[in-house]
């Protein structure tokens, strides 16, 4: 082969070679965080995991619902990397490892038409367990109360039960909602509903009364005043792998509290 032909060769030679290698160089494989649990937790981690996936573009942070028990039991079950919890771990539960992220209030809400704008914890634990049951036995019209609960198992329920209610059962005619959400989006729709949240989820759709003459936010709760408040935790099953306690330091650093700050949650620091 003369001179010439190798001269047009190489330039052919080392672009195939160039292609051969860039084939071969794979993209680095994605390591996915399975996360499942409170319904409460749920849509701050799922902005928290927007924001870590932008600067971490080999991580798949998936993120869903179910409730508190659900998902401390697929963390038991190992079949999640982290499960969420509104609520503190009760008997066998405690064995997993905890780790506190930040602070909630639970707001007791109503429709933003609705003029009671001040209960005492003795009353809500009236209406909740049925024994109050008419918007005129609290000053307004002769109506029936729309009550609207959490289900069994809900960690916001749970929460509920224990700081609110005090031993008394919620009443059984109490309207039962799967998630946070959707008694929000009940209270909002009904003028004549009740119902109980997390403090981070409420907006111009529902009000939040004073209890004991005291609203929630960030300042009462901070300050002590607010008492009806209990921690967001995630819950592992033994040590995190390194990539996924990734994760969870981003959770806890400076950026992830500031986040969940501007979420209207109160941050593991203050």
């Known amino acids: 082969m003369s001179f010439r032909h190798w001269v047009i060769l190489l330039p052919l030679i080392a672009a195939l070679l160039?292609?051969?290698?860039?084939?071969n160089d794979k993209p680095g494989k994605k390591h996915t965080v399975t996360i499942a649990g409170s319904t409460s937790v749920m849509p701050f981690t799922e902005k928290l995991a927007e924001h870590f996936m932008v600067d971490h573009k080999n991580f798949i942070v998936d993120v869903q619902g179910g409730g508190s028990t659900a998902g401390i039991q697929a963390t038991i079950n190992n079949t999640v990397d982290l499960g969420m919890s509104s609520r503190p771990l009760k008997g066998?539960?405690?064995?997993?490892?905890?780790?506190?992220i930040c602070y909630d209030g639970i707001a007791v809400v109503v429709h933003p038409d609705n003029p009671v704008g001040e209960l005492d914890l003795d009353r809500i634990r009236q209406i909740f367990s049925g024994r109050i049951s008419n918007w005129r036995q609290l000053g307004w019209v002769n109506r029936k109360i729309d009550a609207v609960s959490r289900e069994e198992g809900s960690g916001t329920r749970?929460?509920?039960?224990?700081?609110v209610m005090k031993g008394r059962e919620i009443d059984d005619g109490t309207m039962v909602q799967d998630s946070n959400g959707s008694v929000k989006e009940v209270v909002a729709t009904d003028p004549y509903a009740i119902g109980y949240i997390s403090m981070g989820l409420?907006?111009?759709?529902?009000?939040?009364v004073a209890i004991n003459g005291v609203k929630p936010s960030i300042k009462t709760i901070k300050s002590g005043r607010y008492k009806i408040?209990?921690?967001?935790?995630?819950?592992?099953?033994g040590?995190?792998?390194?990539?996924?306690?990734q994760f969870v330091d981003y959770v806890l650093s400076k950026e992830g509290q500031k986040i969940l700050k501007n979420e209207?949650?109160?941050g593991f620091y203050d």
């Not at 749970?158 to 700081?163: C, H, K, N, V």
């Open 18 to 23: 160039s292609c051969s290698a860039a084939s």
């Open 92 to 100: 066998e539960e405690k064995r997993l490892n905890t780790i506190t």
């Open 158 to 163: 749970g929460a509920f039960e224990d700081l």
């Open 202 to 208: 409420v907006d111009r759709k529902v009000q939040p």
């Open 229 to 237: 408040v209990r921690p967001f935790l995630y819950v592992t099953n």
């Open 239 to 245: 040590e995190l792998d390194p990539k996924s306690r």
């Open 264 to 266: 209207g949650l109160v």
